[in-house]
């Protein structure tokens, strides 16, 4: 099988405009055409996405499909360490059987939540704490009292609000070990970019300044910092073909001779990318990956608990080409779909908390 995409002209020139608009120039018309490759990482045993895959009674689960790929890359290489692994979000429980699950018996689980039935899920490896995650003041007396001290990832599946990512951004990672990551998902939305993503690439570019921030990954609806010292704890590696190009008018044209690979940008005319700028006009280009229209079935399902539910997005242009971009602080990453991409969440398990 085979599989085709037109992007307008005015689509991703337009967003290379943003970042660049002296080195952007619309390349015209682009025609993308591939093999049907997969899109996104195979499973592999003991993977979060085959424990996903596989996983039918207990506590509910609900996880982008691109989220599971991407904790394939960044937290399974740490698996069978000691690890602190937070989560704010408990929801029905089911995520915190996966991280245990996957990373293995010494894993350590703290879970926030602002619900006090997820107490339940408390055990001699997981820790529950109810709060507020856009309190400041949480975070100092969570990472005080209750982790007692740094952790190595937290992922945010909370409330999604702009201030409540913010607040749990700057007050989470001084608090990650070196090669520790902070994992921020549902940023769901272009909108997002200005309320969001703006803010904090002026906070990342801080800590890059001190020598804190190691790097900056963005898939749909999904960041990844990675704070900076022990660099080989989970390198990411990249496939398939590649080419180092100089401009964004380069970038686009590069894209359809790469499928299944990925593109490299480097200009060390332009200076360091983990600068506010830089990092500002990066989320700018690439905020098509965050378009958010989407069905759920059966009809209505996502706003209730019922067990059975499937939220499949419709493809934006750059959803449908780019899988994710990754931020260092000489060079950008763009890595190109191989295939079809499928962005979807569907509901595990069988046991819900009310929403």
């Known amino acids: 099988a085979r599989w085709s995409l037109w992007t307008r002209a005015s689509r991703l020139p337009r967003l290379a405009a943003a970042a660049d608009s002296a080195a952007a120039a619309p390349a015209g018309a682009v025609h993308l055409v591939a093999a049907n490759r997969t ?3 195979a499973e592999q045993p003991g993977s979060f996405q085959a424990f996903y895959n596989s996983y039918q009674q207990g506590p509910g689960i609900w996880k982008w499909s691109n989220a599971l790929a991407a904790y394939d890359r960044f937290f399974a290489p740490m698996a069978g360490t000691p690890l602190k692994f937070a989560e704010v979000g408990v929801q029905s429980g089911g995520s915190i059987v996966m991280w245990k699950a996957v990373l293995g018996s010494q894993c350590h689980v703290f879970g926030l939540d602002i619900n006090p039935a997820v107490n339940k899920f408390q055990d001699p490896m997981t820790r529950i704490t109810i709060g507020d995650q856009g309190d ?16 190595d990832i937290l ?18 990672f001084d608090n990650l070990t070196p090669g520790g990551l902070i994992a921020i998902e549902d940023i769901h939305g272009e909108h997002y970019v200005d309320s969001f993503f703006v803010p904090a690439a002026g906070y990342l570019a801080a800590k890059a300044q001190w020598g804190q921030l190691s790097s ?3 898939f749909p609806f999904l960041l990844i910092a990675k704070r900076a010292g022990n660099e080989h704890r989970a390198p990411l590696a990249f496939g398939g073909t590649t080419e180092t190009v100089r401009e964004f008018a380069e970038l686009w044209a590069a894209i359809p001779r790469h499928y299944g690979g990925h593109v490299v940008l480097e200009n060390p005319g332009w200076g360091p990318f983990l600068t506010e700028a830089g990092l500002s006009n990066f989320f700018k280009v690439f905020g098509g990956l965050h378009h958010s229209v989407w069905s759920d079935a059966p009809a209505g399902c996502q706003h209730t608990p019922a067990p059975v539910c499937t939220v499949t997005v419709s493809n934006g242009d750059m959803q449908a080409v780019i899988t ?6 000489t060079r950008l990453v763009v890595e190109v779909a191989g295939g079809p991409v499928t962005l979807n969440a569907v509901r595990h398990g069988t046991d819900w908390l009310p929403y």
């Not at 992922?155 to 989470?172: A, Y």
């Not at 994710?324 to 602080?329: A, E, R």
């Open 155 to 172: 992922v945010d599946d909370g409330g999604h609000e702009p201030h409540q990512m913010m607040v749990t951004l700057q007050s989470v």
């Open 324 to 329: 994710g971009i990754h931020i260092y602080p």
């Open 136 to 151: 400041a003041s949480m975070w100092w007396n969570f990472f005080a009292q209750t982790t007692g001290g740094p952790i």
């Open 216 to 218: 900056v990954h963005m």
């Open 39 to 41: 899109a996104v990482p």
